[in-house]
């Protein structure tokens, strides 16, 4: 798999995803007039509610095209590859600027297009997938997209990293949804207006890990894709794509069924999330079902023991 992380001239390491949010929508206010009182990005539902928060401290969000859309907000939900071709075929590539979220993906392939470069402009967010401190990454074609960007992340101010990290760090101890999670977060979260430049032995770090973290992914989704193709379950991908996603979305027949069957997976300790998935995988068209998600970082004895139980379930 083509790694892109590797490439400077297109790809730049910053602290995280959101602050990727921030540095490109400075690039689109001062190169490419974009209005933030005026124009708008199209954002689709069910993704993280800071990811949100994020975007509208830079720009008016909205889950539908209007005539102000200027940007429309790509995102590979769980790291799924959106049907990039039906969404081209629907729009005047000309009119927008495409925003590839690659958050929940280390890369992969759907069809010819290599994700993460499919927008102008993609953003990453490592730190999704490595127990580590905040790190993402932005990608582009355009170079003075990648100069404005490293220039806005080697000015930053190193204190307010660790600020950010202290914040994180506080909240490692805090009550579950109590006032000072809150608080903590909260002070965390402002602070990703930020960017801030990671350190080079993280990016180490992730270099040295992420082939092999993207090959259990990827082997991860081959198993998952052979044990329950029989069962029609992941009627929303059966192709032979590869990629690296951060979760596998099941979707049974009712919602009946997703409950009893994620009531015998917490039995045995291993319960899945449960999160709206767009079948459709086209954020113009969408069709979301609940589904429950298999982390495809899991050990091969988990992941086992969760597919034995949801087929022993589907046989009875
Ligand atoms: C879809 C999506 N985009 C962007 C981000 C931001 O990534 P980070 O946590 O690195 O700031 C997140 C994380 O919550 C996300 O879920």
């Given at each position: 798999?083509?790694?892109?992380?590797?490439?400077?001239?297109?790809?730049?390491?910053?602290?995280?995803?959101?602050?990727?949010?921030?540095?490109?929508?400075?690039?689109?206010?001062?190169?490419?007039?974009?209005?933030?009182?005026?124009?708008?990005?199209?954002?689709?539902?069910?993704?993280?509610?800071?990811?949100?928060?994020?975007?509208?401290?830079?720009?008016?969000?909205?889950?539908?095209?209007?005539?102000?859309?200027?940007?429309?907000?790509?995102?590979?939900?769980?790291?799924?590859?959106?049907?990039?071709?039906?969404?081209?075929?629907?729009?005047?590539?000309?009119?927008?600027?495409?925003?590839?979220?690659?958050?929940?993906?280390?890369?992969?392939?759907?069809?010819?297009?290599?994700?993460?470069?499919?927008?102008?402009?993609?953003?990453?967010?490592?730190?999704?997938?490595?127990?580590?401190?905040?790190?993402?990454?932005?990608?582009?074609?355009?170079?003075?997209?990648?100069?404005?960007?490293?220039?806005?992340?080697?000015?930053?101010?190193?204190?307010?990293?660790?600020?950010?990290?202290?914040?994180?760090?506080?909240?490692?101890?805090?009550?579950?949804?109590?006032?000072?999670?809150?608080?903590?977060?909260?002070?965390?979260?402002?602070?990703?207006?930020?960017?801030?430049?990671?350190?080079?032995?993280?990016?180490?770090?992730?270099?040295?890990?992420?082939?092999?973290?993207?090959?259990?992914?990827?082997?991860?989704?081959?198993?998952?894709?052979?044990?329950?193709?029989?069962?029609?379950?992941?009627?929303?991908?059966?192709?032979?794509?590869?990629?690296?996603?951060?979760?596998?979305?099941?979707?049974?027949?009712?919602?009946?069924?997703?409950?009893?069957?994620?009531?015998?997976l917490r039995d045995f300790n291993i319960e899945m999330k449960v999160m709206n998935f767009d079948i459709n995988r086209n954020l113009l068209n969408t069709n979301y079902k609940k589904s429950l998600l298999?982390?495809?970082?899991?050990?091969?004895?988990?992941?086992?023991?969760?597919?034995?139980?949801?087929?022993?379930?589907?046989?009875?």
């Amino acid at each position: 798999m083509k790694l892109i992380y590797n490439n400077s001239k297109k790809f730049n390491f910053i602290s995280s995803g959101k602050s990727s949010i921030k540095v490109i929508f400075d690039y689109l206010k001062e190169k490419k007039n974009i209005n933030p009182k005026f124009d708008e990005a199209f954002v689709p539902k069910f993704m993280g509610n800071w990811v949100y928060s994020q975007l509208n401290q830079v720009i008016c969000t909205s889950p539908v095209l209007t005539k102000n859309t200027k940007i429309i907000y790509l995102y590979h939900q769980f790291g799924i590859p959106q049907k990039i071709d039906e969404i081209l075929n629907h729009i005047d590539r000309k009119k927008f600027i495409i925003i590839e979220d690659s958050a929940h993906c280390l890369g992969g392939k759907y069809k010819e297009y290599n994700l993460g470069t499919i927008g102008d402009y993609a953003l990453f967010s490592f730190s999704k997938f490595f127990n580590f401190s905040m790190l993402g990454g932005l990608y582009s074609k355009e170079s003075s997209f990648i100069k404005f960007s490293k220039v806005k992340i080697n000015n930053s101010k190193t204190f307010i990293y660790f600020l950010t990290n202290f914040f994180h760090f506080i909240n490692f101890f805090c009550k579950k949804n109590s006032i000072y999670e809150e608080l903590a977060m909260s002070l965390a979260y402002s602070l990703y207006n930020f960017s801030f430049k990671p350190k080079q032995n993280l990016i180490k770090l992730l270099k040295k890990k992420i082939q092999k973290e993207i090959n259990l992914r990827i082997d991860n989704l081959k198993f998952v894709r052979n044990e329950l193709r029989p069962y029609d379950l992941l009627n929303y991908d059966l192709s032979n794509d590869l990629y690296a996603p951060w979760a596998i979305p099941i979707i049974f027949n009712s919602n009946k069924q997703t409950n009893e069957i994620n009531g015998k997976l917490r039995d045995f300790n291993i319960e899945m999330k449960v999160m709206n998935f767009d079948i459709n995988r086209n954020l113009l068209n969408t069709n979301y079902k609940k589904s429950l998600l298999i982390d495809t970082s899991v050990k091969k004895l988990v992941l086992e023991k969760q597919i034995n139980t949801i087929k022993k379930y589907l046989k009875k």
